[in-house]
């Protein structure tokens, strides 16, 4: 059983991750709107990753007999300079949820909710590929800085990125 304040966590992380969908929606708006649909693909591939992180808080919840409540979403930014401003964005973006993963990885210890721990591990896990990911294609895009065939090859890159869902957990 989930205890009332890990499941208030669960619920404001589960708002965290539709969220982040809802934030690599807008990226990916820009990059339509700046001809460059390998990268405007690539944000949207992110944010169905995003929509089943926030499942899995969700699902979880539900199935330790806790009580989802969806929370409000803020709008997030859409209006951007640069495919780098774009990317610093994400990046600082992964960064915060990392951190908000590691505190709820830390309550859980606390609690000693072992299933929860072990949901979590899979986010801590999660989380270094998604920082590394958004990390390695700021530095590709700060090398190509204004060679505008460079950003074309990465928008070539970038669109051929799929999405897989991850396995849910029972």
Wanted: charged share 25%.
């Amino acid at each position: 059983m989930l205890s009332k304040k890990l499941q208030d966590a669960f619920n404001e992380q589960m708002k965290n991750e539709f969220y982040s969908a809802y934030l690599y929606m807008a990226m990916a708006g820009y990059f339509q709107s700046e001809d460059l649909p390998g990268f405007a693909s690539w944000m949207r591939v992110q944010a169905l990753e995003e929509m089943t992180h926030g499942e899995r808080f969700f699902n979880f919840t539900c199935n330790t007999g806790g009580r989802t409540n969806l929370l409000p979403i803020e709008g997030p930014p859409n209006d951007f300079k640069s495919a780098i401003e774009v990317f610093d964005q994400g990046l600082a973006h992964e960064k915060f949820v990392t951190s908000r993963i590691g505190n709820l990885m830390d309550m859980a210890i606390q609690e000693r909710d072992h299933a929860a721990q072990i949901v979590l591990q899979w986010f801590v896990t999660e989380q270094v590929e998604e920082e590394a990911s958004f990390s390695l294609i700021l530095k590709k895009l700060k090398r190509v800085e204004g060679d505008g065939r460079g950003l074309l090859l990465l928008d070539q890159e970038l669109g051929q990125r799929v999405f897989v869902p991850p396995a849910q957990p029972v």
